[in-house]
């Protein structure tokens, strides 16, 4: 059932906010969800729709982190605020915060007033800047989580999650999170139906299983400088066939394992034991999506050994059985 908007405003105001270096492919992403939401509306003769303006901090051109810009139509007011705020993310989030405070500042402003504000990625520093984020959960892109928990600590921030919703304020993980992020407002717009047709149109699923850690590959963060631990740290995923334990990769570096395991974890940030489960994830999930080997092949050449293993692996950390990633997710699918 299609949820009208209003009768004297039909259509839904966005600005989608932008600032030098903001992340082109997220700012489109969202931009085009709303596109193909207005061309499925007008099919169905439906009321109702997006108007989409591109805002920052003042009128022209805004370069992007690749080879193009957008034209920004809008500056930033707080005195005219749209129906549906949406700040994308970029790379180096921390010196833009310095180097223009005035997005957190209008955030600040707005936040009281407007309808709904959504940030993309590392877009939720503004939102956390503007301390309207203190107490509720949000999520960020990976890469970020550690650096949002340590300057905003009265925020919950959920790793894991694609994206949060705390009443009016939405947040995504990175990049393509944001286009999760957008089908969701669609569908909280108008409906579910038009949600998936948009998702159909961009070939991407309305809802994916799994947090953002099945499309990040977690194991490069885990990696260190430390010669000795990264060296370990190749023979593991050159060995994950066999029983690896710590005490087999204590005497390796010639440690204790009280000591081996204090090191492992101060250079990693995780424990021996985790690293090489989340290894042996990395190596399942990479071989289900070729779509190749059998589920015991699969669980062998990971060194899981068994197909239960292997399911009981996927449903810790996708909450979904190996069979149905490989369903969703295989490069051949259909």
Not at 67 to 91: E, F, N, T, Y
Not at 102 to 130: K, N, Q, S
Not at 208 to 219: E, I, K, M, N, T
Request: one cysteine or more; proline letters at 4%; a neutral charge.
């Amino acid at each position: 059932m299609i949820k009208p908007i209003s009768k004297e405003s039909p259509l839904r105001t966005v600005d989608i906010i932008v600032y030098p270096g903001f992340k082109a492919l997220e700012a489109i992403g969202a931009m085009k969800v709303f596109d193909y939401a207005n061309t499925h509306l007008r099919l169905r003769k439906l009321p109702g729709g997006y108007d989409v303006r591109i805002a920052s901090t003042a009128v022209g051109p805004v370069e992007s982190d690749t080879l193009m810009s957008l034209q920004a139509s809008k500056a930033l007011d707080a005195q005219r605020l749209p129906d549906l705020a949406v700040i994308v993310g970029c790379h180096h989030v921390e010196q833009v915060l310095q180097d223009i405070p005035a997005i957190a500042a209008w955030v600040a402003e707005a936040a009281p007033r407007i309808d709904t504000l959504a940030a993309l990625c590392t877009g939720c520093f503004f939102l956390a800047e503007a301390g309207v984020l203190d107490g509720k959960s949000a999520a960020t892109h990976w890469s970020a989580v550690d650096s949002l928990r340590q300057r905003y600590p009265l925020i919950q921030v959920n790793a894991d999650a694609i994206f949060v919703r705390e009443g009016k304020f939405w947040t995504s993980a990175g990049v393509t999170a944001g286009i999760d992020l957008a089908l969701a407002l669609v569908e909280d717009d108008f409906s579910r139906d038009i949600a998936l047709e948009v998702a159909r149109d961009l070939v991407v699923y309305l809802k994916r299983p799994g947090g953002q850690s099945q499309f990040s590959v977690h194991l490069s963060s885990q990696m260190t400088t430390h010669p000795s631990i990264r060296q370990l740290q190749g023979w593991i995923m050159e060995h994950l066939g066999d029983e690896l334990g710590v005490p087999l990769l204590a005497a390796r570096l010639a440690m204790s394992e009280r000591n081996f395991t204090r090191v492992f974890q101060r250079e990693t940030g995780t424990s021996p034991t985790e690293f090489i489960e989340t290894a042996r994830f990395e190596v399942a999930r990479r071989l289900l999506e070729d779509k190749v080997s059998s589920l015991k092949q699969v669980a062998v050449q990971a060194g899981l050994h068994s197909e239960e293993r292997l399911r009981r692996l996927f449903q810790k950390k996708l909450a979904i059985t190996p069979r149905d990633y490989r369903e969703r997710f295989s490069s051949t699918a259909r």
